[in-house]
Nanobody, 114 residues
Framework: QVQLVESGGGLVQAGGSLRLSCAAS????????MGWYRQAPGQQRELVAR???????IYADSVKGRFTISRDNAKNTVYLQMNSLKPEYTDVYYC????????WGKGTLVTVSS
């Protein structure tokens, strides 16, 4: 059983920063395939940033240069540093981990006010 718990969301003004965290617990062999996705009401969940199995990173074009994904393997935790936030980044952000199955956290709401 794998659990993912996100934290760090909240309300921030445009131009501000937030850092999201996702802690994985349970039977974790690796957090290599871990990443962040976002979803607006009635919309499909879409990639924000993730690690590839080879250790490189992939970012959505809309966040390149503003967001940075990082991880602490010892803590089974992945982070998303979000800088220069814009109102269009307002969404629920979900953590994902692929270990054969695709596990998801419950999400954390990020609201960016103009």
């Amino acid at each position: 059983q794998v659990q993912l718990v996100e934290s760090g969301g909240g309300l921030v003004q445009a131009g501000g920063s937030l850092r999201l965290s996702c802690a994985a617990s349970g039977t974790i062999l690796s957090i290599n395939a871990m990443g962040w996705y976002r979803q607006a009401p009635g919309q499909q969940r879409e990639l924000v940033a993730r690690f590839t199995s080879g250790g490189s990173t992939i970012y959505a074009d809309s966040v390149k240069g503003r967001f940075t994904i990082s991880r602490d393997n010892a803590k089974n935790t992945v982070y998303l540093q979000m800088n220069s936030l814009k109102p269009e980044y307002t969404d629920v952000y979900y953590c994902s981990l692929v270990l054969g199955l695709n596990y998801w956290g419950k999400g954390t709401l990020v609201t960016v006010s103009s």
